[in-house]
């Protein structure tokens, strides 16, 4: 019996090293070399100053700015150690109420009729309350109010918009997007 449990615990020890250790050692290294950028976590620099990740959302406020997708994390800002979705059910009497005033915000906001199509991804948050993606829709609709605080032609804006859609992923998967950070960016370079 003796020989039995110190068998296993040599065992542990052995695949501890190996699979707690070792292997991970080992595709970090690889990851390190291959995918240098994504495995130091897709930091965006901006006046070589790391400004945020492309993978993780920010709250931009302005009216100069396209805005986020509302996060569930907290109730005013990204916090990242806080990610979560709101778990609200869609027959939520708070979720619902939460929608209805997004979509009165959005509109006063950007100036929008009552019969334009609101996309569900600027009133209801992501998965992860950290999204960092808004849809085409979503972004052409805020170029008007970007293009007037910012004094250029809504043309413009909305070549940019088209300028950086991601397309889906594997040509399938998902639906096209564009990053709100890479965007806000490119507006503060150019304009």
Request: aromatic letters at 10%; zero cysteines; charged letters at 25%.
């Amino acid at each position: 019996m003796v020989k039995n449990i110190l068998r296993s615990f040599l065992l542990l020890m052995i695949f501890t090293i190996i699979l707690g250790f070792l292997y991970p050692l080992l595709i970090t290294g690889i990851s390190k070399i291959v995918f240098l950028y994504r495995s130091s976590g897709s930091l965006i620099k901006y006046d070589n100053k790391v400004v945020g990740s492309e993978l993780i959302g920010q709250n931009f406020t302005g009216e100069q700015y396209f805005h986020s997708r509302p996060s569930a994390a907290t109730k005013d800002d990204y916090y990242p150690l806080s990610s979560g979705g709101s778990n609200y059910a869609s027959t939520n009497k708070d979720f619902i109420s939460a929608v209805k005033e997004r979509i009165s915000n959005f509109r006063k906001e950007n100036n929008l009729e009552d019969y334009i199509k609101i996309p569900s991804d600027i009133v209801t948050s992501s998965g992860s309350g950290l999204d960092p993606d808004i849809s085409v829709d979503n972004a052409l609709l805020q170029a008007d109010r970007i293009a007037k605080k910012r004094n250029i032609p809504v043309s413009e804006v909305n070549d940019l918009i088209r300028q950086n859609i991601e397309k889906r992923m594997l040509g399938f998967l998902g639906e096209p997007k564009v990053n709100v950070l890479k965007l806000n960016l490119l507006l503060d370079n150019l304009y």
